[in-house]
Structure formats: structure tokens, C-alpha cells
């Protein structure tokens, strides 16, 4: 396990002491239920008597609180790309990413018990790579979530613009909607939100029903829906990008997993959050796509009519604020952990550490509200971000997981040739997300590059 010096204020992390056997940490979990054999390595330390308490989350609105960020937006754009692959490559792709995306979560819930000190992917770098990996995968957190705060913010707005039949300007739905989302995010500590995480849960699920309802009550003449498509890389791959990041967000396993009372049931919030993620995806995907055929938009939501579109929208307006809120609410925390780890503005309610703190939260909804609104090619951002960060914290880092604790486990490389298959997949892992993150850089640049030539980019600030 890594051990902390505390110097000046701040806690480095001694790599050397980073490669303790992982089989003791095992036997001490073993133990030990509540995981006290090792609090003192935990981000939180041992909490008994502190103010504010961070160790509180079960194991079921760990769950409730992925499918509100991950599901969020992740659904929408589905059936767009089933126009453009086909249904049959579609859906295999949707449950073969579902499947993939499970095993990875399982290999970082791994890593993250292995290392108690974990607190976010920077922690995670550091371990691997030392700081300049602690820095690039803090970096790389922070702009991901501050995006993903954007496109839920962007959400918000289209959903407020469709229900109030454009009666306000975008730019000031926007900023209505971030108000909201920076009061939601002030609580400290996730047990406060633990319950709007189930509504969003809920909402999101319904919003999908009543969406397929409506996608049937919208069924276009003569649609056309086909098995396959064949079509060049550019094309498919931009479609494929839906499902390949509608699964994105593992980076929230961290953090959230930090305050879960019990973090060995983490591995029952991966597999809900999976399973109901894959089951629900190809569902909604092929019930939206077969009603609405080969003209369906992206989001699904403007295909329905418009009785059916604001039911929509309407429901899934809770699901969207409280991921937006979610995902501030990390962002900001990332940085409040990184300045306070180890002091007492963590755990009591000092004045410096409650300034901080709404301050992070402010900068984090307003810098996702600035680049939402200021920026004419952010949702284009977006994919280039999800490109850069999203293939590696959801699929290729994974590998690196398991190469490193097997590696520093069962003494060096010989421990990865005993187990020839999961060294495999480690290896494919990593070469997946590095696939992921180059061919998805290049399609999201030229996306823009064809929008601009096409006019379709329109000015910032503007309604």
C-alpha cells in the first residue's frame, strides 16, 4: 500500500511502500467485514467521533447514482446509431460493450480494494506511473467531469426549451439550470443526495418507457430498418462512438467507492449497474429504432411528436439535474480531497473548509456552464474529451490494473504467464482503449471540420 508523508499541509505518497503484498490486504479484508483493518490506509482514515462523515454509502445507491450519471445521456443517442450500423451489429455492439464494461469495472473495484488509499484515477496514477501520471489522470478526471457536467447541462436546456415551447432564450436555461445544479452539489458528503440518486434513477427509467411508448405512438410510414449497413470507417465509427461511450463514466467508481460504509459490495453495484445499463440500452435502442427506422434523430427524444417528446423530456428532467450535480459535485471534491487530505477541514466544519468547498462547486458549475453555452463546437469537445479520457478510465486502464497488482503480487512477469488468458485480456483491454482513443480523436475532429464546412456550428452566446 502507498504510504503518506505529510509535509507542508499535503500528503505525497511513497511509491517504494505502493507494492505490499495484495494477498495480506486480502486476508486482512477477510478479517475484518467493515473493513477496519485497514483504515489506516483509507482516504478518510478512521471517521469514529469526526463532524462530517464520509464513509456512509450502501451498496445499492452506489448503483443508483452510476445509472444517473451513465445512463443520463448515454441512452439517447442509441438508436441513431442502429441507423447507421444496422440492428444486428448494433446490438451485438451494445451487449458486447456491456459485457466489456463489467469486466473492467470489476478489475478497477480490484485495484481501488487493493489500495485503499485510492481516491480518484490521479491517486491511481501515481501508484503506477508516479506524479506525471498522478497529474495527467487528475487532469484528464476533472476536464472529463466538468464536460459531463456541460452535456447535462445542455440536456437540461433542450428539455426546458421543448416544455416551454422555446419561451426563454437557451443561454438563459442554461443558466437557470446551473443554479440549480450548484445548489444540489453543495452537500459534502454523497448520503445527502443518496435519495435524489433513486429518483433519478426512477425518472431515467420511466422517461425510457414512456420514450419507447411514444416512439410507438410516433411510428414514421414506411421506415425503413435494416439487418446490416455497410458504410466507410468514418461513418461507422462515429456511429459506434454512441454505445462505445454510452458506458463511459468508471471514473465515479473511485470516489464513490471511497464512501461506501462496506466497499466490498462495490462489486454488486458494478453488476447492477451493468446489467440493468446493457439490458435497458438494447432495449430502448431497437423498440425506438424499428418504430422510427432510418430517420430517427439523435437524441430519440425529437423523433417522438411532441405530446410525447415533452413527457419525455419532462420526466427525465430530474435524472438530468441530478447528474449534473453529480458530476460538479466530483470534480469539486477531487480538488477538496487533493488540498485537505490528512487535515482537519476534512472531517469538522471549519469555516476555511466550507469556503473552499462551495467555492470548487461554484467554478465546477460555472466553468461546465461557460464551456456549455460560450463554446459553439462543445458538444464536439465532448467526444474529443470522452476520446482522450473516457477509452482509458472505462476500458484500457483497466488493464494496467491488473498487469500491475498481478505483477507486484505473485512475483514479476511469471505471475502473468501463469494465468495466460486474463494476461490476454489484459493486454486486448489496454489496446482497446488506446483503439478507442485514437480512431474516436480522429472521427471527433473531422466531425468538426465537416460541421464547419456545412455552416452547422452556430455563434456562442446565442439562443
Known sequence: MADYEKKGGEHHINVGHALQSVTSLRSAREEADDGTAYLEQDVFGDEEGAQIKYRTLSWQFVSFFMIAEIVSNGMLSLPSSLAVVGIVPGVILVVFLGIFATYTAVLLIDFKLNHPEIHNMGDAGMIMFGPIGREILSFGTIVFAICA?????????????????????????????????????LPRT???????????????????????????????????IDAVISGD??????????????????????????????????????????GFATTFYAIFAVVCYCYIGNTVASPVLFSLNEVWSKASFGIGLANFLVAAGLYSHTAAKLLF?????????????????????????????????????????????IGITAALFASWYTYGIAGFFWLFDTYHQGGG??????????????????LAGAFI???????????????YQEGVIGAPFTC
Open 149 to 185: 457536467a456541460g452535456s447535462e447541462l445542455l440536456s437540461g436546456q433542450q428539455a426546458l426549451t421543448v416544455l416551454s415551447n422555446q419561451g426563454l432564450c437557451a443561454v438563459d436555461l442554461v443558466i437557470i439550470f446551473t443554479a440549480a445544479s450548484f445548489l444540489l452539489a
Open 233 to 274: 470507417f468514418y461513418s461507422s465509427f462515429l456511429s459506434i462512438t454512441n454505445p462505445v461511450f454510452a458506458y463511459a463514466g468508471h471514473f465515479m467508481f473511485f470516489p464513490l467507492v471511497s464512501e461506501m460504509h462496506t466497499p466490498r459490495d462495490a462489486y454488486k453495484s458494478a453488476y447492477f449497474l451493468q
Open 337 to 381: 480531497i487533493r488540498f485537505f487530505r490528512g487535515t482537519r477541514h476534512l472531517h469538522e466544519h471549519t469555516t476555511w473548509g466550507w469556503v473552499c468547498w462551495v467555492v470548487l462547486v461554484l467554478l465546477a458549475n460555472v466553468i461546465a456552464c461557460i464551456f456549455s453555452i460560450a463554446v459553439p463546437v462543445f458538444s464536439y469537445i
Open 413 to 430: 512477469r511469471h505471475a502473468w504467464y501463469k494465468q495466460p488468458i486474463r494476461f490476454a485480456i489484459a493486454i486486448f483491454t489496454i
Open 190 to 224: 454523497l448520503d445527502r443526495l443518496s435519495w435524489l440518486g433513486l429518483a433519478s434513477f426512477i425518472t431515467i427509467f420511466i422517461a425510457g418507457v414512456v420514450a419507447m411508448i411514444g416512439a410507438g405512438q410516433s411510428a414514421v410510414p414506411g421506415r425503413e
Open 437 to 451: 482513443c485514437v480512431a474516436g480523436i480522429y472521427v471527433s475532429i473531422k466531425l468538426i471540420v465537416v460541421s
